[in-house]
């Protein structure tokens, strides 16, 4: 009787162990694989944000889907599709940049199956014409894997509101 009742636990610890295994397997490579393309998508960030300092639209027709879904929000302004942001918006500004430092911070991803987000701080910083300008604010992009790669699909970026202009005081009267 006691070899049966030692047989008995030595097979529900041997189970217990075999299923935590392969749970603990299993959890281990999905988190690999998440960290995995949390890495690619940052990386896509990091190669936008080099390719704005360098004017470089092809690297942006790279790391940008190039779709009509496309979506893109700056500071109250609202671009739709890929070409209508290349063309009107992207193209132009860096035409006119000089001298650009762009940058993220604060950078947090997730990712579920084909679909990333990412919220971050930026930094802006350009000569353009005659004068210089600092910029900085919060963005928000989606990216989803296209072909085996991340694009980005949608951008959401605001720079803080500016400082109401102080109001005319009446003059006194005498």
Known sequence: MQKKINLRAFSVSALVLAIAAIVGFNFYA???AQTDEVKAVTDVLTREAAA???GDLAALDKIWA???DVTVFESGHANYGWTDY?????APEL???KNTKYAFSDLKVKTSG???LATFKYTLSADIGARHIDSGGLGTAVLEKRGGRWQIVHWHSSAPRRAPSPTPQPSPKN
């Open 30 to 32: 999905s988190v690999s």
């Open 52 to 54: 704005v300092e360098k």
């Open 86 to 90: 290349r063309n009107n918006h992207l």
């Open 66 to 68: 190039n779709s009509e």
């Open 95 to 97: 035409k006119e940049f």
């Open 114 to 116: 084909n679909l990333a």
